[in-house]
């Protein structure tokens, strides 16, 4: 069972005791190297399905993510949530328990099945909440997604309304985020993320990129194009980001109840984002410059025939492109399942769907800065 530092050490006795459901996710695996590079927790358990070992980690994760700090688990059965929480007692004989427990566990994966997303994103967030707030945890942030909102152009605000999710995963969040409200004594803080990119990532920002790279080796060459529009908001947050910001609202979740200004029974929910107003052309302009290929958007009849008959357009898509990124990875001498990146779309994220946060409010009250925004700059 993983514990990476001596809470018996006097230099660790004030740091807070860190649990991290899902911690070799593509999030969990950057927010443990953020705690551990600057040696900000006593303890530091990570707690995956699956083994160290084989999720292909970074050589600057390896130490975070060793078995030193992990344990293998099922977190969203109840019978494995004693082996997840218990710790070792203190010197003296008391009783010890997390301080912060993040959950950046759940299915990440689009376009599955309702039950999917029922058993392994909403079940295992009520089941680990249930656990932190019977033993006291004094702060549990629960990663969930600002696809909960209604599409709009407009940035929008954690009030604002979720009536209509973008995706069922958004909606299956959304229900997590509701049951862990009711749930008596939890010190419970929601984030709700944009789109993460950054080293390493997969899925909507990797797609891209192999779709790129598959256009790139055409001859003739032909222009990659979206569909909707250059103004269709894609909004994004650095992965380093995220995880600097998940630690601010634990720490600022262990010393507070409310929002300022909030009413008393107001839920605690923080839209966390970048400035950079990701848009598709946004995308479309970095693509072209990366890739040296041209890029562009389809005609109106296209688009209307799109949302008419997504479902046919995306099998279009991923026939057209599949066959060649495979011979791309041959080429490249790459064996076996070809790695994480993959021009495969998915239908969800191909909707014409604006993703628009607005990210005042953790500013304000937690003190959030974003350093990354996608146009390749950094800000302070």
Sequence with gaps: MGDSTDPANPANAAKPA???IGGLGYIGRFLAHHIHSQNLASTLRLVDKQLPQLASLAPEHQAACSLSNFLQ??????????????LPPHPDGRKREFDYVFNCGGETRFSQEDEVYKVRSYGLSLTVGKEAARRGVRAFVE???GHVYNPSRTPQKEGDKTSKPHTKQAKW???????????????????RLPLVYGPYAGRWLGTLLALARVYQSRE???????????????NTLHVEDAAVGMWLAAEWRARNDRIPGAPPNERIVFNVVDKGATSQGTMAGIIRQIFGIETGFQNTLVNTFARLNLEHVVDEVNDDTLDDWADLQEEAGIKGNG?????FMERELLRDADLSLDGGRFESVVGFRWVFFLHGEAKR
């Design 18 to 20: 860190v649990l991290i």
């Design 73 to 86: 688990a099922d977190a969203s059965r109840e019978a494995s949530q004693a082996r997840i929480f218990d």
């Design 143 to 145: 990663v969930s997604t």
């Design 173 to 191: 969040k959304l229900a997590a985020e509701d049951g862990l409200a009711k749930i008596p004594g939890l010190k419970l803080c929601v984030l």
């Design 220 to 234: 003739p060459k032909e222009t990659m194009k979206w569909l909707w529009g250059s103004e269709l908001r894609t």
């Design 339 to 343: 790695g994480p990146l993959s021009p």
